[in-house]
Structures are given as C-alpha cells and as structure tokens.
C-alpha cells in the first residue's frame, strides 16, 4: 500500500515539473529572425549617443520633457516580402540605339572602297566625273558614278531653268564634285560647274569668230517683242524685229521661235563685244537689184494689202517688196475709210506709176488710171521722138492728147 502511493507521488510530482517548464517556455521571449537581428543591428547604429539622446529629449527653458515614443519595430513578414519582391525584380534592359535617318540626298549606309576614293580624288584635283541619272526627287536627281550614288540638286543641273526631271532619267552627264562627307554617304555633285567651264572655253573660240561682215550659225534661246536673241556658242547676239525679213514683221514669232537653228550675218559689235547686232534679213536676196526691170511703169501688176495707214496703203507686190498706194489715187467715196475699203490680206491690181531703185520706193496707182498711164505715154513718147522732126513730133503729141481726153 506504501509502495503505490509512493508511485502514484512521483508521476504527480513529474506532471507538476512538465507544467511548469512549460510554462517557463511561454513566458521566454521567442529567439529573433536573421531579418530581425538585421532590423535591430540597423537602428543600433542610428541610434544616436546616450547624452545627445537626452539633450533633445530635454525641452528649453526647463519645459517638462514628453515621454518619447517608441518606434514601431516592422514585423518580419513584411521585411521578408521586400526582400522577395527585390530578389525578384528584373535587371533594367540597356535601350536600342535607333538607327540614324539618312538625310536628303544621302545613301542609307556608309559607301567606302576604292570607287569613292577616286570621287574624292577628282573633287580635290577639280577634274570633272561621268555620272548617269537614276532618279529624282522634290530637291534634285539622283546620280551613279562608277557605281556608288550620289546626289545632285536641281539648282546644280542647268545655267537656265531646269527641265523637267524625267527627261534626264537615263541620261550620262559630266559633273564636278562639290562635297564628299560622312563616310562617303552623302555626295554632292554639279553639272552648272562644268557648264560654265565649257561656257568660257567656247566663248573665247567664238569671240574669236566674231567681226562686222561674218556669216555665222546659231540658235534662237529668246524671243522678245523687239526682235530675237541667238546663241551663237557661248555669246549671244540681237537680230532686231526689222532685221528677221525683208517683209513687214508684226511679230517676231511669226518668224522665229525658241529653239530655231538659223544663219545670221554679223552687222555690228559694240561695247568691247558685249553687243553684237545681227541680221537674217541682209542674207535674204536683195528684190531691189532687178525691181526696175520686173516693174516697169505703166504695168499692171497683182498684190495683196499689206497695212493700212492714213496716206495710205502698203501693197507686197513679193517678199520683201512692198509699194505705196497714196490715199488720192484710191477712188473711194468721200466719207468712207480706207481700212473699210482696203483691208489687210485683200489682193488687188494695181499699176505702177514710178520705181525709185536707189531710194527703195514704188508708187502705185489703181488699174485703169488714165491720167498716169497718159504721163507714162507722154514719157515713152518724149524718148521715141528725141531728133525727128517737127511734123512727126506734131503728129505724136497729137495721138497723146487724144488719148488723154479718152
């Protein structure tokens, strides 16, 4: 009986020492995290000293001093987040570099090799390339020479306007190299350049050709209400509206247009030959030579009016021959205009009264006027009888009364 209650004690007495051991553990504190530990080592070293601590405790003045607040310590978990969350975080991606655009003008990628060293050999030396047009766009055409592209704008193609772009495609052209740069990306050419170069050399050919008399070749580049300029190799000279054609000219583009190739004579130069007068009218053939023989006085003879002026009207009788028919030989009613009754273009027949040869000049009459084919008689008459006699004389002055009276 003694043994059981002594065993029954002891379990007891070890249920009691298990009671309170565990209630020893509860009452411990839990053993920190390392984040925890971190947390407390990092508020050690910002703490700041003892003394300094307790100077700003203390309020001026001998102002009670409130009880400083303790700080918050961050729980574990959250300190445990953040630091999976930056485990986590992505390196930032370097940025791509962006291709640079070309600029106008320019090839996409650098152009290096032996090709583009002779373009910048000829652009340092100034000797001209062999270039042929590819393309264009709104700043200038697009050029190949030697096979690597280059680039000349629309100011750089011609001395005058520039033509229209598609009629250079194709074509092979000489140009003078203004810039190389970039790598050989941008390359700029001219072809004005090498116009003037070629302008000059021609100009002084020509000017050498040049002097009062010579019969010289060219080609019309102008056409203005007072005559036209020809381009005569590099110099260009004036043919004056009365220098186109012996006819009356209206217009000089009755005569000549742009573009005309035509045969001028040399008539003067001026001004150091920076004015050089021309004529296509004196390589026409001159009517005025035989005029006397063709038109002799008293013949009848077919035109066409001309102009029309207050004393009268201009009749071409041929190219470049022209008489006048005075406002008192035309038979019109009084009142009546001559412009209404001779009209440009009308063709009449007329007679002539007299030739001036040396003076240039025909008069004429209408056909059928006695009084001058009487005067023309009257002359014809006075040469017939030169040295007859009286009678005979008589006899004919008698037949051209009779027919002045007719």
């Known amino acids: ?10 379990e007891e007495q070890d249920m009691d ?18 984040a ?3 947390g407390e080592a990092a508020s050690d070293d910002l703490a700041p ?17 409130k009880p400083a607040k303790a700080a918050k310590a961050k729980p574990a978990k959250a300190a445990k987040a953040k630091a999976a969350k930056a485990a986590k975080a992505k390196p930032a991606k370097a940025a791509k570099a962006k291709p640079v655009k070309a600029a ?16 910048r050999a000829a652009m340092q030396s100034g000797a001209s390339v062999s270039g042929t047009v590819i393309g264009w766009n709104d700043g200038g055409l697009h050029v190949v020479v030697n096979g690597v592209t280059a680039f000349c704008p629309h100011s750089e193609m011609e001395l005058g306007e520039p033509l229209d772009p598609q009629g250079y495609v194709d074509q092979t052209y000489d140009f003078f190299v203004l810039r190389l740069e970039n790598e050989g990306r941008r390359i700029v050419l001219s072809r004005v350049s090498h116009l003037r170069q070629e302008q000059k050399a021609q100009q002084a050919e020509t000017r050498g050709k040049i002097a009062a008399g010579a019969v010289l070749k060219g080609k019309v580049v102008s056409v203005k209400d007072f005559g036209a300029f020809v381009d005569l190799g590099g110099v260009q000279g004036l043919v004056h509206i009365s220098e ?19 045969e001028v004579k040399v008539l003067k130069v001026d001004k150091g030959g920076r004015r050089i007068s021309l004529s296509m009218r004196a ?10 023989s063709k038109y002799r006085v008293g013949a009848s003879v077919t035109g066409k009016v001309e102009k029309v002026e207050r004393f009268g009207a201009f009749i071409q009788l041929e190219p470049g021959l022209s008489g006048l028919l005075p406002s008192s030989k035309m038979s019109i009613p009084a009142g009546t205009t001559a412009s209404r009754v001779f009209r440009p273009g009308r063709e009449i027949t007329v007679q002539v009264i007299s030739v001036d040869p040396r003076r240039q000049r025909i008069s004429l009459g209408l056909e059928g006027d006695t009084s001058e084919g009487s005067r023309s008689d009257f002359e014809a008459y006075k040469k017939s009888q030169a040295g007859s006699g009286p009678a005979a004389r008589f006899n ?5 009364l009779s027919k002045l009276k007719q």
Not at 396 to 400: E, P, W
């Open 244 to 262: 186109l054609a012996r006819r009356r000219v209206e217009r000089t583009e009755d005569v000549v247009q742009p573009g005309d190739d035509v």
């Open 104 to 119: 106008k003008g320019e090839s996409a990628k650098p152009q290096a090799g032996p090709e583009v060293e002779k373009i």
């Open 36 to 38: 925890q530990q971190d």
């Open 17 to 34: 020492e298990q009671t309170e051991a565990s209630a020893a553990a509860d009452d411990r504190p839990a053993a920190a995290t390392p």
């Open 283 to 292: 390589l026409e053939p001159d009517p005025w030579q035989d005029v006397a």
């Open 49 to 65: 000293p003892a003394g300094e601590a307790a100077a700003k405790a203390e309020p001026a003045g001998g102002a009670e001093s």
């Open 396 to 400: 004919a002055l008698a037949d051209a």
């Open 1 to 10: 009986m003694s043994a059981e209650l002594n065993s029954a004690d002891l």
